[in-house]
């Protein structure tokens, strides 16, 4: 059964400051993995989906990588701003094809100006 | 339309009344999926539809939860009976046919209050 951790559960960090989120799932078997932002009361933001034959995708101040291996993915903030608070998220599908996602809890992220 | 759209935004129901939820995947989108968060951000899968076909009911708690999918509507989640464990924020998602994408487009949720 895959499962998908995100560490650290909060993290506050000054504005300006460049930051990474941690995710890692069980069962290195994926078929792609995406990244969500999550504004408090509001639904989710699809950020970044990187494919399993991927390493990495960018997408402004954001990249993520992924380390399929190891089970592990990234997701670095360059130039962290007050903007960026939110909660984080990554989730896996469960298998191939359109399957559901399974979630990490998440990062909730507070840049302080 | 480009967006998911979920109705209503907020919903408040007694314990043991009924609750309907309504999500319009966007245009082209074949594949609905309705996910249920609960306290401390965990998601919870419910039902998935291709087109108006259940694709997968694993997660569903078939007693008092019931979903649809019918053509040139939205697609709908019926609780019977809520219990106060309902309450959450209930997610739909859409996606189009294409493994290995699988990318899933969120709605804004509705927010069930049971008291």
């Known amino acids: 059964k895959q499962e998908v951790t995100q560490i650290p559960a909060a993290l506050s960090v000054p504005e300006g400051e460049n930051l990474v989120l941690n995710c890692s799932f069980t069962d290195s078997a994926i078929y792609n993995l995406q990244w969500f932002r999550q504004d408090p009361g509001k639904g989710l933001t699809s950020l970044l989906l990187?494919?399993?034959?991927?390493r990495e995708q960018t997408s402004g101040r954001l990249n993520a990588s992924l380390d399929k291996s190891s089970g592990r993915s990234t997701l670095y903030i360059a130039a962290s701003q007050p903007g960026d608070s939110a909660t984080y998220l990554c989730a896996v599908p469960i298998s191939s094809g359109n399957t559901p996602l399974v979630f990490g809890k998440g990062t909730r992220l507070s840049v302080i100006a | 339309g480009e967006e998911v759209a979920q109705t209503p935004k907020h919903l408040v129901r007694g314990e043991g009344q009924k609750a309907k939820l309504y999500c319009a995947p966007i245009?082209?989108?074949?594949?609905v999926f309705w996910y249920q968060q609960v306290l401390k951000n965990e998601f919870k899968f419910l039902i998935s539809?291709?087109?108006?076909?259940?694709?997968?009911e694993t997660g569903m708690p078939k007693e008092r939860f019931s979903a649809k999918c019918l053509p040139n509507s939205p697609c709908s989640l019926e609780i019977q009976a809520t219990k106060l464990e309902d309450s959450a924020v209930y997610f739909c998602a859409s996606s189009y046919r294409g493994s290995p994408y699988n990318e899933q487009f969120f709605g804004p949720g509705t927010r069930l209050t049971v008291l």
């Open positions: 245009k082209g989108h074949s594949y």
């Open positions: 539809f291709q087109n108006e076909n259940v694709f997968d």
């Open positions: 990187i494919q399993s034959s991927q």
